[in-house]
């Protein structure tokens, strides 16, 4: 069992930043890839990116390219998401969420091979 409890979010204008954490419980953090997922009101969830187990492999979604950085710290079970030049189409509600992965490299955007989901946090970004 993994608990993800992110941490973060918040308001402010476009091209600002924001750096949401998302802290996990056990022993066993660098065994699963990292992702991070949003959803806006009235839109379905959307993919924005994920991590390897060793932090060695990175995808990023076509939206946050060259503007999102993801990391990880596995000796302190958190993977965090660095947002820069946030535009008002990023407000989000943003939910990190672990899948077990079967090599150090692994990742993934599939949000239904993502197992444990955190509670969410909200980031809005005003214009």
């Known amino acids: 069992q993994v608990q993800l409890v992110e941490s973060g979010g918040g308001l402010v204008q476009a091209g600002g930043s924001l750096k949401l954490s998302c802290a996990a419980s056990?022993?066993?953090?660098?065994?699963?890839?990292m992702g991070w997922f949003r959803q806006a009101l009235g839109k379905e969830r959307e993919f924005v990116v994920a991590?390897?187990?060793?932090?060695?492999?990175?995808y990023y979604g076509d939206p946050v390219k060259g503007r999102f950085t993801i990391s990880r710290d596995n000796a302190k079970n958190t993977v965090y998401l660095q947002m820069n030049s946030l535009k008002p189409e990023d407000t989000a509600v943003y939910y990190c969420?672990?899948?077990?992965?079967?090599?150090?490299?692994?990742?993934?955007?599939?949000?239904?091979?993502?197992?444990?989901w955190g509670q969410g946090t909200q980031v809005t970004v005003s214009s």
């Open positions: 969420a672990a899948a077990p992965a079967w090599h150090s490299n692994y990742v993934e955007r599939a949000a239904r091979k993502y197992e444990y």
């Open positions: 056990g022993r066993t953090f660098s065994s699963y890839c």
């Open positions: 991590i390897s187990g060793s932090g060695g492999s990175t």
